[in-house]
């Protein structure tokens, strides 16, 4: 099964896809598709992702502020 998307992409983008696509001797849509599958394998095989979630911890913004923590870590423990 298929599933069609409709991007909406910004003129300056939508000129340099074309020159990719050009340069390849592809449509734009498929070096899009192409990116996105790319993207999506990376994720899949991505091993650190197996540790997603094997640590529990109060904090919930870490993915935001995860240099300010380790910045105060290294401070508390080289003090």
Same mark, same amino acid.
């Given at each position: 099964?298929?599933?069609t998307l409709t991007l909406e992409v910004p003129n300056h983008v939508y000129?340099? &896809?074309l020159e990719k696509a050009s340069m390849a001797g592809?449509?734009?849509e498929r070096v899009v &598709?192409?990116?996105v599958e790319a993207a999506t394998?990376?994720?899949?095989?991505d091993p650190l992702l197996s540790l997603a979630g094997v640590i529990t911890?109060?904090?919930?913004?870490v993915s935001l502020h995860h240099d300010d923590?380790?910045?105060q870590e290294l401070i508390a423990t080289h003090a």
């Open positions: 099964m298929a599933y000129k340099m &896809l592809k449509t734009p &598709l192409e990116w394998t990376e994720i899949d095989n911890s109060d904090k919930t913004d923590y380790i910045g």
